[in-house]
Every structure is written in structure tokens, then in C-alpha cells.
């Protein structure tokens, strides 16, 4: 496997993918989520407005096209926005303007001083770096008793595996991201090195979405998949998670 190479391929693949959508960045929102797989960000969100404010330094990791930077620009928190796709960078510029900071960086190596951010948040970024070199520079930038927030997919479940590496297959991922996929041990590693505020997760049952859905309709099939998750230990099957670490000494 060769990882370099694979993070050369996955950058040309977001560089192709922002100068398709050039302008349109504006019309992501919580709605453009399929509503079976909306609950994870909207847990993601509340947790982001419950630790950010207007005086808060928050660093958006791997922002893609800024999916998800709508609500910490809402916000008004002191802003900067990365990516490794500096036209996706460019796409949020656009969007966004003076209301945030941008800056084109790979997340294994952070073009940021020691102790620079109240907050750290990123949403499904952790298999496109070493797990080790993410984790420490994410704390590296942390002030003291500063905050992690993250949404991401979990890799336990066999069926979300195998559909992972079916994108593989068709071209639609790199053998290296899929192989980096989060996971149990992962969320373990990151205990290691931080507090764990929260957890929590979703999906279990999301895969029976094509089986279920046609028969009881995708909203009442959305509420089954949220009921199933909250009243059923789902942590081994589950298909999302949403986690909030600290960086305090234990």
C-alpha cells in the first residue's frame, strides 16, 4: 500500500470535486443530509454550539468544502478552516469571506503554534491521516482543557466494511482511507491521550434502510433507526459516532 501515493490520488479527487462545484457551497445544509443519516450531525452541531462562542478560536480540520462550516460561521467564533484541496479551500473563501480564516494544511502536519486553539472539531476526516500523527497534532494545537469535537463513521460493523471497500473498488476511495477507517481501538487511542467528555452512536441499523424503508416509509424508518439506537447498546454495529474529548492531564 502505498500511502503517499493514495493522498496524492484523494487530493486530486477533492481538488476535481470543488472546481465541479465551484460557487454552490451555500446550499449545504443539515437538509442535504438524507434524513435516516442526519441525527450523528445533528448531535455533532448541538455539541459544537454548546462549546463554542463568539470568543472562541476554533480550528475546522479538513473541511472538505465546508459541508459543515456553516454552523460554526453562524456561530461567530474566531475561525480558521483547512483542508489539504486548496481549491476546496478556495470554494469556502468564496462562501464565506472575511468571516473566517482559511489555510491549505494536511492534518498529519499542522501549519499551527503549540497551544493555538480553544476548539478542534472535523467531520468524518480521521481515516485521511495516521491515526498517531492526527491524534498528536489535534492535542498539539489544543490549549489546556481545550475540546475535540468530532463526527465520523465506525469501522466495526462488517456490512459498512464491505461497503467501504466496494468504493474502494469502484475507484470512490483509497485502499489506505478505507484501511484507516475509524474504529473502537481508535476512539481508545484517543481516550489515551485526552478526557472523554461524550460519546455517542448511531446508525446500528441504518444498512436495513433498502429492505425496510419501502415497506414503512423512510421517515418512520428514520425514527425506528434513532429508537433502536438509543435504547440498544449499538457501540460494536453502530455506523456513526459523535465524540468530545478534553485535553486535560489525567
Given at each position: 500500500?502505498?500511502?503517499?501515493?493514495?493522498?496524492?490520488i484523494?487530493?486530486?479527487?477533492y481538488?476535481?470535486?470543488?472546481?465541479?462545484?465551484s460557487n454552490?457551497?451555500?446550499?449545504?445544509?443539515?437538509?442535504s443530509?438524507?434524513?435516516?443519516?442526519?441525527?450523528?450531525?445533528?448531535?455533532?452541531y448541538?455539541?459544537?454550539?454548546?462549546?463554542?462562542?463568539?470568543?472562541?478560536?476554533?480550528?475546522?480540520l479538513?473541511?472538505?468544502m465546508?459541508?459543515?462550516?456553516?454552523?460554526?460561521?453562524?456561530?461567530?467564533a474566531?475561525?480558521?478552516v483547512?483542508?489539504?484541496?486548496?481549491?476546496?479551500?478556495?470554494?469556502?473563501?468564496?462562501?464565506?469571506?472575511?468571516?473566517?480564516?482559511?489555510?491549505?494544511?494536511d492534518i498529519e502536519?499542522?501549519?499551527?503554534k503549540?497551544?493555538?486553539f480553544?476548539?478542534v472539531?472535523?467531520?468524518g476526516s480521521?481515516?485521511?491521516?495516521?491515526?498517531?500523527k492526527?491524534?498528536?497534532?489535534?492535542?498539539?494545537?489544543?490549549k489546556?482543557?481545550?475540546?475535540?469535537?468530532?463526527?465520523?463513521?465506525?469501522?466495526?460493523?462488517?456490512?459498512y466494511?464491505?461497503?467501504?471497500y466496494?468504493?474502494?473498488?469502484?475507484?470512490?476511495?483509497?485502499?489506505?482511507v478505507?484501511?484507516?477507517?475509524?474504529?473502537?481501538?481508535?476512539?481508545?487511542?484517543?481516550?489515551e491521550k485526552?478526557?472523554?467528555?461524550?460519546?455517542?452512536?448511531?446508525?446500528?441499523?441504518?444498512?436495513?434502510?433498502?429492505?425496510?424503508?419501502p415497506i414503512?416509509?423512510?421517515?418512520s424508518?428514520?425514527?425506528?433507526s434513532?429508537?433502536?439506537?438509543?435504547?440498544?447498546n449499538?457501540?460494536?454495529?453502530?455506523?456513526?459516532f459523535?465524540i468530545v474529548l478534553?485535553?486535560?492531564?489525567?
Amino acid at each position: 500500500m502505498n500511502y503517499q501515493k493514495d493522498k496524492e490520488i484523494e487530493k486530486k479527487r477533492y481538488n476535481s470535486r470543488a472546481l465541479k462545484v465551484s460557487n454552490s457551497i451555500k446550499t449545504f445544509s443539515i437538509k442535504s443530509i438524507p434524513k435516516f443519516l442526519r441525527k450523528p450531525y445533528e448531535i455533532y452541531y448541538k455539541r459544537l454550539k454548546q462549546n463554542i462562542n463568539e470568543n472562541t478560536s476554533v480550528l475546522e480540520l479538513a473541511a472538505g468544502m465546508g459541508e459543515h462550516t456553516r454552523t460554526l460561521v453562524n456561530i461567530g467564533a474566531d475561525l480558521t478552516v483547512t483542508d489539504i484541496s486548496k481549491e476546496s479551500i478556495k470554494n469556502i473563501k468564496r462562501a464565506y469571506g472575511n468571516k473566517l480564516v482559511t489555510k491549505v494544511a494536511d492534518i498529519e502536519n499542522l501549519p499551527f503554534k503549540d497551544d493555538s486553539f480553544d476548539v478542534v472539531c472535523c467531520a468524518g476526516s480521521l481515516s485521511y491521516g495516521s491515526h498517531f500523527k492526527v491524534r498528536d497534532e489535534i492535542y498539539r494545537v489544543l490549549k489546556k482543557d481545550g475540546i475535540f469535537i468530532c463526527v465520523d463513521s465506525l469501522g466495526n460493523n462488517i456490512i459498512y466494511r464491505l461497503n467501504r471497500y466496494f468504493n474502494y473498488l469502484i475507484g470512490k476511495r483509497t485502499k489506505s482511507v478505507i484501511k484507516r477507517a475509524p474504529s473502537l481501538n481508535l476512539l481508545k487511542l484517543y481516550e489515551e491521550k485526552f478526557n472523554c467528555e461524550k460519546i455517542n452512536f448511531f446508525g446500528s441499523i441504518t444498512w436495513l434502510k433498502p429492505i425496510i424503508s419501502p415497506i414503512i416509509g423512510i421517515n418512520s424508518f428514520s425514527k425506528l433507526s434513532d429508537w433502536f439506537d438509543k435504547f440498544f447498546n449499538i457501540k460494536k454495529s453502530a455506523f456513526k459516532f459523535v465524540i468530545v474529548l478534553i485535553k486535560s492531564k489525567k
